[in-house]
């Protein structure tokens, strides 16, 4: 069964640094999102991403986030200068269809420790 | 006021038992998702629902509308169902998150 994956799994690194989190979606799906998960908090949306723009963000996707899609297969999630506070789960997801949001698949997060 | 409520926030049953969780919800929207969240972390999505009732195995899954509400119900639980269910709605192009609840089936 098609699946998104994403990787690091796991990633520390230091307030300030810049990081990229890598998501390949499944390979038919158009539209992808980021959500983010602090830890013992609800999941919040970042971003979807259509037609290789920003179709939506949330307040919490400021300037310091931004999103591509550099070639056919990987969607990414950069954080420029990394806080405490983007200390968080984060999961790509995609879809094949926008509609009503029709089925998303999940990846299995990418954990992201700033210290 | 929090967009998505749901209840419980926890919920321990026993094997076999019925489970119902709630979900409701103060905008308008156009779908609502039941995800469920485990141990691990990982996500899973059970249903999308813009509309009436949904069933998938021991799962079902119904959406008023007009009262803004849906349950998740899970008959005959099992330990394996232990989780976190996480109610999500859809406002256009984006998802507003419930807080989830967080279910223990002792065997």
């Known amino acids: 069964e098609p699946e998104v994956t994403q990787t690091p799994s796991h990633q520390v690194t230091q307030m300030g640094q810049e990081v990229i989190l890598r998501c390949v979606p499944i390979?038919?799906?158009?539209?992808f999102y980021w959500y983010r998960q602090i830890l013992g908090q609800k999941v919040e949306f970042l971003v979807s991403?259509?037609?290789?723009?920003?179709?939506?963000k949330s307040e919490i996707f400021d300037d310091q986030f931004s999103v591509e899609r550099p070639d056919g297969s990987n969607f990414t999630l950069k954080i420029r200068s990394t806080k405490l506070e983007d200390s968080a789960m984060y999961f790509c997801?995609?879809?094949?269809?926008?509609?009503?949001?029709?089925?998303?698949?999940f990846g299995p997060g990418t954990r992201l420790t700033v210290t | 006021k929090n967009e998505v409520e749901q209840s419980p926030q926890n919920l321990t049953a026993q094997e076999g038992e019925f489970i119902t969780i709630n979900c409701s919800y103060s905008?308008?929207?156009?779908?609502l998702h039941w995800l469920q969240q485990h141990p691990g972390g990982g996500i899973v999505s059970l249903f999308m629902l813009s509309s009436g009732k949904k069933k998938h195995g021991r799962l079902i899954a119904t959406i008023n509308i007009q009262e803004k509400h849906s349950s998740l119900h899970i008959t005959a639980s099992h330990p394996r169902d232990s989780a976190v269910y996480i109610c999500?709605?859809?406002?256009?192009?984006?998802?507003?998150f419930g807080a989830g609840t967080r279910l223990t089936v002792k065997p």
């Open positions: 905008v308008g929207i156009s779908a």
């Open positions: 999500a709605v859809i406002k256009l192009n984006d998802m507003r």
């Open positions: 390979s038919n799906h158009l539209y």
């Open positions: 991403f259509y037609n290789n723009e920003i179709s939506e």
């Open positions: 997801a995609s879809t094949d269809s926008v509609f009503n949001f029709y089925e998303q698949y």
